[in-house]
């Protein structure tokens, strides 16, 4: 069912989850705000929000190559502890965040870094773009908001869905590792590099290459 942003906006606010896991959990509750709460406790999103705002310096930095070189990502991740940072679980969620990348290609790690003008010349677009499929003006500017959220889903990291588990978007990811190890994680900076970016290639399917590798 829909939800509406203020209803977002309390489950937010009573619990500190992300904007989308609030908005999973009140759709999966069929609104109902006090179910949508236990849902998000019951997955651990509540109690990760908290730790959210602990200082969290220490971490790594984790280079992934593609098969052939073709690819390279190296991303910065940071825990609250050295000790955390040596651990098999975070090291393994760190190399499965550098291999997202060399996947999916985000072109940043959250919505709040996209610059706005960025975002400006998308809306002019996608305005045009409905103007010109003939959709009445009225509705329009609400089209334009929802292809804008798409755009968050395709191009920021934390939106996106997992490349092994589809069902969990990357900011969903990163609260359940912050729920288990205990310590707040930030995902803070990203470099992709691409062989031959900018020049003229064929087209390639990452994800499938990606994921082929990491399945044998």
Not at 64 to 90: P, S
Not at 164 to 182: F, H, Q, V, Y
């Amino acid at each position: 069912m829909a939800v509406s942003a203020s209803a977002v906006k309390e489950l937010r606010e009573k619990t500190g989850a992300g904007m989308l896991d609030c908005k999973k959990a009140l759709e999966e509750a069929n609104g109902d705000l006090t179910k949508a709460v236990e849902l998000l406790r019951e997955k651990g999103l509540a109690a990760a929000a908290k730790k959210a705002g602990r200082v969290a310096t220490e971490g790594v930095v984790e280079s992934y190559i593609h098969a052939g070189g073709r690819i390279g990502v190296l991303v910065e991740v940071n825990c609250e502890t050295d000790f955390v940072a040596k651990t098999d679980q975070f090291k393994e969620f760190v190399r499965d965040i550098a291999m997202h990348i060399a996947a999916s290609s985000p072109l940043f790690v959250r919505r709040e870094e996209v610059p706005q003008e960025v975002l400006d010349k998308e809306r002019e677009i996608l305005r045009a773009q409905a103007l010109n499929e003939g959709k009445p003006e009225k509705i329009v500017d609400k089209m334009v908001e929802g292809r804008i959220s798409k755009y968050f889903e395709e191009n920021c990291l934390m939106d996106q869905s997992f490349i092994k588990d589809p069902d969990k978007t990357i900011a969903t990811l990163l609260n359940e590792k912050i729920s288990t190890i205990g310590e707040n994680i930030s995902i803070r900076r990203f470099v992709r590099y691409e062989l031959g970016e900018g020049l003229e290639k064929k087209q390639d399917n990452f994800v499938e290459e990606v994921m082929a590798q990491v399945n044998q």
